[in-house]
């Protein structure tokens, strides 16, 4: 990784920069090639309080308030807690007959 993603934990770097975004972000591919949005940076704010530690963008949640106007929010999950779940995926794969992703051809 790039000497900016220096604090990103060594156990992190089977992650593989495709693209720097900014000083704060990158894209980047994980073991399965899923493409992913790393947030590193001290602080990210969550209904107006800091929150610390590094992210990934999983997802984005769409609604529409009161005032029928429609938002879209970034949904962050903390970074060990995304490699930690695409580990467990991994090994469940490897314990299946039938590996996700695969299909079976009758």
């Known amino acids: 990784m790039y000497s900016k993603y220096s604090n990103v934990p060594k156990e992190y770097l089977s992650l593989k920069v495709l693209q720097t975004l900014d000083e ?4 980047c591919t994980d073991a399965n090639f899923n493409v992913v949005k790393v947030i590193i940076k001290d602080k990210l704010l969550y209904d ?3 929150i610390y530690g590094t992210f990934v963008l999983v997802d984005t949640y769409r609604y529409i308030t009161v005032k029928n106007v429609a938002k879209t929010v970034p949904v ?3 970074f060990e807690d995304y490699v930690e779940l695409m580990e467990s995926l991994n090994e469940d794969n490897k314990q299946s007959e039938n590996p996700v992703g695969m299909k079976m051809i009758l």
């Open 76 to 78: 962050y999950m903390p």
């Open 24 to 27: 704060n972000s990158a894209l």
């Open 48 to 50: 107006g309080l800091p």
